[in-house]
């Protein structure tokens, strides 16, 4: 018998935070070449340059039969949902700021954990909606909402950041019936399908180190792809949610390196809320994986 232990929760939350640190940086490099290329452009090179990675992985599986999904009609409205989401945030993060626009998703949690329930039916204790609404409310603080200029492009922000929510929720759904390896190639496959359709009238041929620049991006976002997956298919929505707002320190890191976009002085006051309602999720997932564990050698 192996003494290699299962994976847990807890390697859920390390696979997310991995993904994110991943899917941030991609995305300051979305912003960076908006001004250059269109939406669907870099969509193509995102989704398109990820089959790399998922051709490896349906390789290891055992060839193209590994990627038939026994629930085709979920698969097909996951990667509806997961398509409108990556274009909304392909389209807004060049047209304003990253910090506002990462502000705006981070109702993402909110959603996630309300979605939850009625969809994959877990429950949701009080210690984890705090754990959100906490982590919530710092985010608020720093980002200082009241002064972001709510217009046309915040609300595709809002719909693109629900279309995530919904359709990561539906990742976990899917992980009850697929591998992991089916639910990522048919929405790298058709997401540059549509892409390829979408980039046709406004492509733009990039020089050589755009070249490096947009397939790096599309590596990132396959990678991260596949790191969140997993995360989804270990741990519960409830549990991976709060973490959603680590990725607010790379915005402020990126936004102020590359752009030059300065936080404002509320993100040293929020910042504690947001670091504390993640490691506190972290905390308890360690006391609970300590308590299965005994329950299981006992």
Same mark, same amino acid.
């Given at each position: 018998?192996?003494?290699?232990?299962?994976?847990?929760?807890?390697?859920?939350?390390?696979?997310?935070?991995?993904?994110?640190? +991943?899917?941030?940086?991609?995305?300051?490099?979305?912003?960076?070449?908006?001004?250059? @290329?269109?939406?669907?452009?870099?969509?193509? !090179?995102?989704?398109?340059?990820?089959?790399?990675?998922?051709? $490896?992985?349906?390789?290891?599986?055992?060839?193209?039969?590994? $990627?038939?999904?026994?629930?085709?009609? =979920?698969?097909? $409205?996951? &990667?509806?949902?997961?398509?409108?989401?990556?274009?909304?945030? !392909?389209?807004?993060?060049?047209?304003?700021?990253?910090?506002?626009?990462?502000?705006?998703?981070?109702?993402?949690?909110?959603?996630?954990?309300?979605?939850?329930?009625?969809?994959?039916?877990?429950?949701?204790?009080?210690?984890?909606?705090?754990?959100?609404?906490?982590?919530?409310?710092?985010?608020?603080?720093?980002?200082?909402?009241?002064?972001?200029?709510?217009?046309?492009?915040?609300?595709?922000?809002?719909? %693109?950041?629900?279309?995530?929510? =919904?359709?990561?929720?539906? $990742?976990?759904?899917?992980?009850?019936?697929?591998?992991?390896? &089916?639910?990522?190639?048919?929405?790298?496959?058709?997401?540059?399908?549509?892409?390829?359709?979408?980039?046709?009238?406004?492509?733009?041929?990039?020089?050589?180190?755009?070249?490096?620049?947009?397939?790096?991006?599309?590596?990132?976002?396959?990678?991260?792809?596949?790191?969140?997956?997993?995360?989804?298919? +270990?741990?519960?929505?409830?549990?991976?949610?709060?973490?959603?707002?680590?990725?607010?320190?790379?915005?402020? %890191?990126?936004? @102020?390196?590359?752009?030059?976009?300065?936080?404002?002085?509320? &993100?040293?006051?929020?910042?504690?809320?947001?670091?504390?309602?993640?490691?506190?999720?972290?905390?308890?997932?360690?006391?609970?994986?300590?308590?299965?564990?005994?329950?299981?050698?006992?």
């Amino acid at each position: 018998m192996s003494n290699v232990p299962a994976p847990s929760p807890l390697h859920g939350i390390y696979f997310k935070l991995s993904a994110l640190v +991943l899917f941030c940086t991609m995305d300051a490099m979305v912003k960076a070449l908006g001004g250059t @290329y269109g939406s669907f452009q870099m969509m193509l !090179f995102r989704s398109g340059i990820a089959l790399l990675p998922v051709a $490896v992985m349906i390789w290891h599986a055992g060839g193209l039969r590994a $990627v038939r999904s026994t629930r085709p009609g =979920l698969q097909a $409205v996951r &990667v509806c949902i997961g398509i409108c989401s990556m274009f909304g945030f !392909f389209y807004v993060f060049p047209r304003m700021p990253l910090v506002d626009a990462y502000a705006i998703s981070f109702a993402s949690p909110l959603f996630m954990v309300a979605l939850s329930v009625p969809i994959l039916g877990e429950p949701v204790g009080w210690r984890r909606w705090t754990a959100v609404a906490v982590g919530f409310i710092g985010v608020l603080i720093m980002l200082d909402p009241w002064g972001i200029q709510f217009h046309a492009i915040s609300l595709i922000v809002l719909a %693109a950041t629900f279309c995530y929510a =919904l359709s990561t929720v539906m $990742v976990r759904l899917l992980s009850r019936h697929d591998k992991d390896v &089916v639910t990522l190639f048919w929405f790298a496959f058709c997401a540059s399908l549509v892409s390829l359709v979408g980039a046709i009238p406004e492509w733009k041929w990039p020089p050589f180190l755009d070249w490096v620049w947009l397939i790096t991006l599309g590596l990132l976002g396959g990678f991260a792809q596949i790191l969140i997956t997993r995360a989804w298919r +270990l741990a519960p929505a409830a549990v991976l949610a709060p973490f959603d707002y680590a990725s607010i320190v790379l915005a402020v %890191a990126f936004g @102020y390196l590359w752009f030059r976009e300065e936080p404002s002085w509320t &993100v040293w006051y929020g910042l504690p809320l947001v670091i504390g309602s993640g490691l506190y999720i972290l905390y308890r997932e360690r006391v609970r994986a300590r308590e299965r564990a005994k329950a299981v050698s006992s």
